[in-house]
């Protein structure tokens, strides 16, 4: 089949990419964009009424935290939202109202996700209420500190890959079947997958395993047009926090970064929304790094 080649005239902008370009060469540099066949496509063709204009999210630890942060940013872009959570029922029922407030509709679920069957139901939910799915973000994770390796017992090790990366692989092979081309996921990572932690070494090591899930998943769904991507956060202002260090440590959490704070949930939102419109319609199994100045290695 020949490509379809977009352009900018009197016509319509076609919406099908080239798969390739007809013969052509310029005798200067920078050369000239007028002369190009078809000429390079610098605007958005579609009408611009959110990013999120009619989409359908599911978001993981949705109530609180980042999950929440990127709810409410999908909610002013246009998207109506689900959340899924365990049991934080009343910073559940906050994130519902305010993205109400925003004019879009929101499902709360509350699940336990380690389980897989709750996963395909927290999908079946979504589908249901809002007639598809459009984007998957899996947030949800815990986090146990330990002095050492010694200290980690087989019960933490198994709850800690059992709620971070495990339904990862659920909730995503429930959405696939409902998702269409041009459809994306969003996986939340972390910079302790890049440079560790040494009081969080199992916590570590799912995030790690989320990098790679995401690369891996991002290649096989290229031709599905189903975008993959994650986010990899630096330390973050979230209930996860005081619910995991002490006092002690509470009280200079993220002063180790270049910026000398930690990060509010709302300041890490715009990379979510990013990943989930068609401004990132060419980007998939990356990793947008949050983190305060931090330099990682991808």
Partial sequence: MNPVYPYY??????????????????????????????????????DRKGRLHGKTALITGGDSGIGRAAAV?????????????LDEVSDAAATQRRIEELGQRCLRIETDLRHKANCFQAVGHTVQT?????????????????????DISEEQLYQTYRTNIFPFFFLTQAALPHMRRGSCIINTASITAYRGHKELIDYSSTKGAIVSFTR???????DSGIRVNSVAPGPVWTPLIPS?????????????????????????AGAYVYLASSDASYVTGTCIHVNGGDMVTS
């Fill in 9 to 46: 005239g009197e016509k319509t902008v076609c919406r099908v990419q080239p798969i390739a370009f007809p013969p052509q060469h310029q005798d200067r540099q920078p050369g000239l964009e007028s002369l190009m066949q078809p000429l390079p496509i610098s605007e958005q063709p579609e």
């Fill in 130 to 150: 809002f007639g598809k799915l459009d984007i998957l973000v899996n947030n949800h994770g815990v986090q146990y500190p330990q002095k050492s390796i010694l």
């Fill in 216 to 222: 891996s998943l991002a290649l096989s769904l290229a």
């Fill in 244 to 268: 995991s260090f002490s006092a002690e440590e509470v009280s200079v959490f993220g002063t180790e970064t270049p910026f000398k704070r930690a990060a509010q949930p709302y300041e890490l």
């Fill in 73 to 85: 940013a999908f909610a002013r872009e246009g998207a109506d939202i689900a959340i899924a959570y």
